[in-house]
C-alpha cells in the first residue's frame, strides 16, 4: 500500500483566507507567538489589523498591559460576559490543546470558536520535503502495525500540506494516554522505566498513575537544573541523570531559554547556551535491565537512540519516541529501531487535537 497525498494545496493562502473572514479577533497569548501573529496580519491581512480587540494572557504580570501596542487583560475580564458569535479567539501561543480545554471548561467556548494558525509551519518547505522523500515515507506507512498508525501518518502529512485542522482533530487521542496508549503498551513493574527529557516530572507522573502507584526503578535524564530539582523535590526515589542524552559521552551546548523546555543546539552564537555533559544509555544502564525508554528531547531522539542501541538489542524494551521535531523523524528513526531489533512492531499516535506536535512512535 502506499500514501496518496494531495499536493495541491496552498498551505499559506489557506491561513490568509481564514483570517479574512474574522470580524472580530482576541489573541490568547502575549508572548513570541502573539507577536508572530500580530506582524503576519499586519504584513499579509492588514485589512483585518484593526478588528483585533486585546490580548488575553495566563500571566497576572502581563494584565492592564500592552503588547505590541495592543492591551492585555485578564482572560475572566474579556470572556466572563461572553463574547459575540462572529468573535475568534486566535491561539497564539504553544499550549492549544490546553488553552482550548481552559476556555471550553471555565468560558463555554466551543472549537468552533478559536484559531490557531500555526505559522512556525510556513518556515518548513514541508511539500518540498514530503514530495521528494515519498518513497521513504511509503517505507514507513508499511512498517506501521495497525490501520489507525497508518491514518495518524496521513493525517499528520496531509495537514502538513494543506492546514486542515480538522485532519488533526480526526486522528488527535487523549493526551493523558501519551506514552501510555493501554491498547499499545502491557504494564509491567519489572526492569527500568528511562525517562529522556523529564521536564518537570510529567511523564512520570503519568507512568505513576498509569502503574497504579507498583512501579520499578525510575530514571530520569533532564539537563535543565531547575528542572531536575523539580523532579528531585517530587520524586526523591527517581535517580536524576542531570546531563544530556546522546550518542556518546561528550559535552554539547544546550539551549536553555528558560521556557522550561531545553534542548541540545548547534547554534554556537547564542549567548543562552550552556555546556552540558552528555552519556549515552547504554553506559548509564549498563548493568540495568531496561523495560521502558521514553523520549522527547527536541530533536536529539535519533543520535540518543544510536547510544542505547546495546540496551535495545540486549532487553527489547518498549519505545515511547517522539517523532515530530525534526523532518525526517517519521524515516530514520522507524528505519534505525527496526534495524536493532526487527521483531519490533511499530505503532503511530497523535496527542494534539490543534497541533501537528505531539506525534509518539512505539516499539514494542
Not at 485589512?47 to 494584565?63: A, R
Not at 521536564?199 to 507498583?214: A, F, P
Not at 544546550?254 to 548547534?266: M, N
Request: glycine share 6%.
Amino acid at each position: 500500500m502506499q500514501l496518496e497525498l494531495n499536493y495541491d494545496v496552498d498551505f499559506e493562502q489557506r491561513i490568509i483566507e481564514e483570517f479574512l473572514k474574522m470580524k472580530k479577533i482576541i489573541l490568547f497569548g502575549a508572548g513570541v507567538g502573539g507577536a508572530r501573529v500580530v506582524e503576519y496580519i499586519d504584513q499579509k491581512c492588514s485589512s483585518i489589523k484593526g478588528n483585533i480587540e486585546c490580548f488575553i494572557d495566563n500571566n497576572p504580570l502581563k494584565w492592564d498591559s500592552e503588547f505590541v501596542g495592543i492591551k492585555v487583560k485578564k482572560p475572566s475580564d474579556v470572556l466572563d460576559v461572553g463574547i459575540e458569535a462572529d468573535t475568534v479567539i486566535v491561539i497564539s501561543c504553544g499550549e492549544g490543546d490546553e488553552i482550548l480545554n481552559q476556555l471550553n471548561t471555565e468560558y463555554g467556548i466551543t472549537e468552533r470558536q478559536v484559531y490557531i494558525p500555526d505559522l512556525a509551519m510556513l518556515k518548513v518547505d514541508d511539500k518540498s520535503f514530503i514530495r521528494n522523500h515519498i518513497s521513504l515515507l511509503n517505507m514507513t506507512y508499511n512498517m506501521l502495525q495497525d490501520d489507525k498508525s497508518k491514518r495518524v501518518l496521513y493525517g499528520v502529512l496531509q495537514y502538513k500540506l494543506s492546514h486542515d485542522i480538522s485532519l488533526i482533530k480526526d486522528i488527535a487521542d487523549n493526551c493523558k494516554d501519551q506514552y501510555f496508549d493501554k491498547d499499545i503498551i502491557a504494564y509491567t513493574k519489572d526492569g527500568i522505566f528511562v525517562d529522556c527529557g523529564g521536564y518537570i516530572g510529567d511523564t512520570i507522573e503519568s507512568y505513576v498513575n498509569h502503574s497504579k502507584g507498583v512501579y520499578g526503578e525510575v530514571i530520569s535524564f533532564e539537563a535543565d537544573h531547575e528542572n531536575a530539582e523539580i523532579i528531585r523535590n517530587k520524586y526523591p526515589c527517581v535517580e536524576v541523570k542531570e546531563i544530556a542524552v546522546w550518542s556518546e559521552r561528550t559535552k554539547l551546548l544546550f539551549d536553555c531559554l528558560g521556557s522550561g523546555s531545553g534542548k541540545v543546539s548547534e547554534d554556537e552564537s547564542l549567548s543562552y547556551e550552556l555546556e552540558v555533559e552528555s552519556d549515552t544509555i547504554d553506559n548509564v544502564c549498563d548493568n540495568k535491565r531496561v523495560s521502558y525508554i521514553k523520549m522527547d528531547i527536541e530533536g536529539a531522539e535519533y543520535q540518543a537512540l544510536l547510544g542505547a542501541q546495546k540496551v535495545i538489542m540486549r532487553d527489547k524494551p518498549k519505545l515511547m519516541i517522539s517523532v515530530y521535531h525534526k523532518q525526517d523523524d517519521l524515516i530514520k528513526i522507524p528505519l534505525l529501531i527496526k534495524s536493532m531489533n526487527p521483531d519490533y512492531k511499530l505503532y503511530l499516535r497523535h496527542y494534539r487535537k490543534l497541533s501537528v506536535q505531539e506525534t509518539v512512535l512505539y516499539a514494542v
